[in-house]
Nanobody
Framework: QLQLVESGGGLVQAGGSLRLSCAAS????????MGWFRRAPGKEREFVAG????????YYSDFVKGQFTISRDNAKKMVYLQMSSLNPEDTAVYYC????????????????WGQGTQVTVST
C-alpha cells in the first residue's frame, strides 16, 4: 500500500513555471507506475503524464507534450511534474496516482491517489 502527498502547487502568472512533487510512503515504490492527473473546474479528471516504475518510459497527453516533464527518484520515493509555459487553461487540482500495472492514462487503473494540489494560473 502507498500513501501519496502532493505539494508545490500555487498561484503563478501565465508563462510561468511550477514543479509539483509527490512524496510516497510505503513499500516497493519502484514497482509502481506513477501518473499525474488534473481536474479543472467543471471538467472531468484527465490524465496529464505517466512514468514507469524504473523511470525509463514516460507517457504524456497530447496537450502537454513539450510543456510538462514527469520524472521520479525512486531512492527518495518522489515523483515530479515540471510545468512550464503555463496558461490559464492549466488551472486545476493536480493529483498524483500510483498503478501496480503498466503506466496508463485510464484513471480507473490507478490504485492509490493523493489529495491533490491546486495550481492556479493568472492572466
Amino acid at each position: 500500500q502507498l500513501q501519496l502527498v502532493e505539494s508545490g502547487g500555487g498561484l503563478v502568472q501565465a508563462g510561468g513555471s511550477l514543479r509539483l512533487s509527490c512524496a510516497a510512503s510505503g513499500r516497493a515504490f519502484s514497482t509502481y507506475g506513477m501518473g499525474w492527473f488534473r481536474r479543472a473546474p467543471g471538467k472531468e479528471r484527465e490524465f496529464v503524464a505517466g512514468i514507469s516504475g524504473s523511470g525509463s518510459t514516460t507517457y504524456y497527453s497530447d496537450f502537454v507534450k513539450g510543456q510538462f516533464t514527469i520524472s521520479r527518484d525512486n531512492a527518495k520515493k518522489m515523483v515530479y511534474l515540471q510545468m512550464s509555459s503555463l496558461n490559464p487553461e492549466d488551472t486545476a487540482v493536480y493529483y498524483c496516482a500510483a498503478n501496480q500495472g503498466p503506466i496508463t492514462k485510464d484513471d480507473f487503473e490507478y490504485n492509490y491517489w493523493g489529495q491533490g494540489t491546486q495550481v492556479t494560473v493568472s492572466t
